[in-house]
């Protein structure tokens, strides 16, 4: 834990206190979004301070050029990075001609930010003395509606509480930004045109390179208590800039409101002649409705969410604003309505890792997809990946390999690998397996196979190429071997035989085989089509199970258990309890190249084998394993902790299970990492869903039914949460005396509990 402000509450993210050393790492806790756009807690005053500005639209992207201090061949030309919009949320607030600035002013009091997850809204209060003396009181509510995903609200209250004053309030839109993760300083946005019209404002700009048109909008209405105000504002226009000014003499004690109807209109989902009209239409309908509508139709659209997705914990307040934080972001960043979104690993909190796709979303997020949606919202994102088969058809090519192999992207947008690291790049091809497993994953819980045939044996069979190309065989070791990788631990690069890896690619091809035989044998004109399309022969599909049968894996007999790589016990393996406190985290305390030399794991690798392929091994396997590379692993990847939780919660170590739980659940809003200014985890934040339900609740799905082993930690007096299994909706409800299920949806459904088979209707 690296930081201690935030007050415990068990629906509410709230900050008491205005501290400027805080400002950005609460600009990421308290972001907002609701799939399609997202932005930071910025201030909607102007502030001086330092500040980390953040808008960001679904979707939209700009292809950066690739910046590295040695070019080698294969490196891809950009890294596609997600952009920061233009800023729609400005208010510039005056007050007898002195700007609001908490930065500036003399003294803050009774300040309150409260990020509201029932409801769906942030809210900030304050009282702010001026330098002319002025004393406001200021209330804020602002949130992105989940009913009109294009359109933000903004409610803006300022009492003066010391004596009457002229209140001026100026919204504005700025096309004039920046992203602060850029690689050469480059341009990202043009601003092509600026209309005004009554008290709309419109600004018009497209992305370069990629050229996605987009329309900022904004419609203000002026409040003196509660009353509205038929005031013309006066319009000013900069370069980049569309204000209007609304100005009247307050007295003390009454409030003057404005209320900011704002978005974004992109050629994603219309015309791009018809953006400004597509904008008109949203404010007509915003401002017919009004705030107080719009909020009730976003705290409505919040409580069907949570009726399905709430994890309730009952004894442990932290606990359980931990994962409902989690859980309200997820719900934030990725709805499920779009198949051509996918999920980056700051959601919309911030730019860092470009706001691209990674392997977290089929190793991590879409478990909880899957369990608290409709099916369909994992279909779609196993949609995205068929989609860019072509591209990692391509990736792979560039790299030499041939006849339809597939290497997925590490970090992309459209498909493209534009991730710029060489041993990332080249090297982390696990990423390939987890597609994989995502199939295998979603069949196993929704039981829909018909995404197969459809679409996954392509994709399937071009990630088994791509394993058949990469393995090599030894002739010393008389196996085939993979050289040259980096796995999910990062803090080892350049390794021969990562076990992980290795283990992967076996399976890979043989899942592939397995569905291969499975279609052809169900699905013929599907199976027809695939082999038509790409050329797969008999010949070939028995050279990939050569390689699968007979994959080396390298072992420690002293041990008893895999070795994460060749050569793993040639280091100097003093545990993680023996090294000095002050040079953690390693990562930023140590050079690369000690760390590559040292025995420390940065997040699960073997142990994430362990937990994708549990139905393998013995738990006796995952103890063994776990034993002898926990001690090992500093938990510097926020993808680390949940892996562990589960595992310790299995193997019934429920302090260990319950300290990992609270490391990963509150990762951001108790900064472990040292780093939330830069944005939350989100793709981590799954793996902490993870750490609840199959963790301590043990959920498991064997041979087409949902087993349980459910445990509780000593903290908690009782747990519930939901699953949606192939329609069936189940509650689950754990305490001390014992476990209750009930069926909300479906018709009788039986599960297993700690191996007894019983009925839930």
């Not at 990469?470 to 690069?493: C, H, M, Q, W």
């Amino acid at each position: 834990m690296n930081q201690d402000y935030i007050t415990p509450d068990p629906w509410s993210i709230i900050e008491d206190g205005f501290e400027i050393d805080r400002v950005q790492s609460s600009e990421s806790l308290f972001s907002v979004g609701n799939g399609s756009m997202g932005q930071r807690a910025n201030f909607e005053e102007t502030y001086t301070g330092p500040s980390f500005q953040g808008s960001y639209i679904g979707g939209v992207y700009y292809p950066d050029k690739t910046r590295v201090g040695w070019w080698k061949n294969g490196y891809p030309e950009y890294f596609s990075k997600v952009l920061n919009a233009p800023n729609w949320i400005g208010i510039n607030v005056m007050v007898d001609d002195e700007i609001l600035d908490l930065f500036s002013c003399k003294k803050v009091d009774k300040f309150r930010r409260e990020l509201n997850m029932k409801e769906g809204w942030l809210g900030r209060s304050f009282e702010a003395t001026l330098q002319n003396g002025v004393i406001l009181k200021v209330d804020v509510k602002r949130f992105l509606s989940l009913e009109h995903e294009e359109l933000g609200v903004i409610k803006y209250d300022v009492t003066p509480l010391n004596t009457d004053a002229k209140i001026t309030y100026q919204p504005y839109l700025d096309s004039g930004i920046t992203n602060q993760d850029t690689n050469w300083d480059d341009q990202f946005w043009q601003t092509t045109d600026k209309e005004v019209d009554q008290n709309q404002g419109f600004i018009r700009s497209h992305t370069l390179k990629t050229f996605y048109e987009v329309c900022s909008f904004m419609e203000s209405k002026i409040f003196l208590n509660n009353k509205e105000l038929n005031t013309q504002g006066e319009s000013l226009q900069k370069e980049m800039e569309v204000s209007i000014s609304f100005s009247e003499h307050v007295a003390k004690g009454s409030t003057l409101s404005v209320h900011k109807f704002a978005g974004y209109t992109t050629s994603l989902n219309h015309d791009k002649t018809e953006l400004i009209s597509a904008a008109k239409s949203i404010l007509k309908i915003a401002t017919d409705l009004g705030f107080d509508a719009l909020l009730q139709s976003q705290k409505e659209a919040w409580d069907k969410i949570w009726q399905m997705s709430d994890i309730t914990i009952e004894g442990d307040v932290k606990a359980q604003q931990g994962i409902r934080f989690n859980i309200f972001q997820l719900n934030q960043t990725y709805t499920g309505t779009d198949h051509r979104l996918n999920i980056g690993p700051k959601g919309f909190t911030g730019e860092k890792y470009g706001g691209s796709t990674y392997w977290d979303t089929e190793a991590y997020c879409i478990p909880f997809y899957m369990a608290t949606k409709d099916q369909h919202v994992a279909r779609n994102l196993l949609k995205y990946r068929y989609n860019h088969l072509g591209k990692a058809i391509e990736n792979a090519e560039k790299l030499g390999f041939s006849n339809g192999a597939a290497l997925y992207p590490m970090v992309t947008m459209n498909g493209e690998e534009s991730h710029n690291e060489w041993e990332i790049t080249f090297e982390e091809i696990h990423r390939n397996g987890a597609i994989a497993y995502a199939i295998f994953n979603y069949h196993r819980f929704t039981g829909d196979y018909s995404y197969i045939p459809e679409m996954g044996l392509e994709v399937l069979i071009a990630i088994a190429r791509f394993w058949h190309q990469r393995a090599t065989f030894s002739t010393p070791k008389d196996k085939y071997v993979i050289l040259g990788v980096t796995g999910p631990n990062e803090y080892e690069n350049n390794v021969n035989n990562n076990w992980y890896t290795n283990y992967m690619a076996k399976w890979c091809i043989e899942y592939a085989v397995e569905n291969l035989r499975m279609v052809e044998k169900e699905f013929k004109d599907d199976y027809g089509r695939i082999i038509q399309k790409t050329a797969l022969t008999t010949t070939e599909v028995d050279d990939m199970l050569k390689v699968a049968e007979n994959m080396y894996f390298p072992y420690s007999e002293e041990h008893g258990v895999y070795l994460q790589q060749d050569g793993f016990l040639d280091k100097e393996m003093v545990k993680v309890d023996d090294l000095d406190k002050n040079l953690r985290p390693i990562n930023q305390n140590w050079s690369w190249d000690r760390i590559l030399r040292s025995p420390y794991i940065k997040q699960a690798d073997t142990l994430q084998g362990f937990y994708f392929f549990e139905h393998h091994f013995q738990t006796e396997d995952v103890e063994k394993h776990f034993d002898f590379y926990e001690p090992f692993t500093v938990h510097e990847s926020s993808l680390s902790p949940c892996v562990h939780s589960i595992q310790a919660a299995l193997l019934g170590r429920m302090e260990q299970a319950y300290s990992f739980y609270l490391r990963t659940s509150r990762l951001d809003l108790d900064d472990y990492n040292k780093e939330v200014k830069e944005g939350c985890h989100i793709t981590s934040m799954a793996g902490t869903w993870m750490s609840i339900v199959e963790g301590f609740g043990g959920m498991r799905v064997k041979n087409d039914q949902l087993h349980f082993s459910p445990k509780i930690p000593k903290e908690w007096v009782s747990y519930s949460f939901k699953v949606n299994f192939r329609n069936h909706i189940l509650k689950v409800n754990v305490s001390h005396e014992g476990t209750h299920f009930t069926l909300d949806k479906g018709e009788a459904l039986a599960v297993d509990l700690d191996g007894k088979t019983i009925k839930v209707a």
